[in-house]
């Protein structure tokens, strides 16, 4: 049930926001998903500018640890929403 709910909402977002908007699902720690370690569900890369703003890339890293079946599906959509 978890997994169809997070493949519905990608598909939603993919749908609706193609141009600007994907997501890596990481098995591991390797590229880039080096993040995904310890306690990290998921997360976004993003940089300072010179000018003191802040960008974020366009992918979310969702890690192994968003799968697990100790998380809820309440616990995964905040996770999504607070990453988007």
């Known amino acids: 049930m978890v997994k169809s709910r997070i493949r519905n909402t990608y598909n939603f977002m993919k749908d609706k926001y ?3 908007w994907d997501v890596v699902c990481c098995h591991n720690t390797l590229g880039s998903c080096d993040n995904c370690t310890g ?12 000018d003191g703003s802040k960008t974020s890339w366009t ?7 968003i799968m697990s079946d100790e998380n809820t599906d309440e616990e995964i959509g905040l996770t999504v929403y607070h990453e988007l």
Not at 44 to 49: E, K, R, S, W
Not at 59 to 65: G, S, T
């Open 18 to 20: 193609r141009s600007i």
């Open 39 to 50: 306690s990290t569900a998921a997360y976004v890369m993003g940089t300072d500018a010179s």
């Open 59 to 65: 992918w979310i890293r969702m890690c192994p640890l």
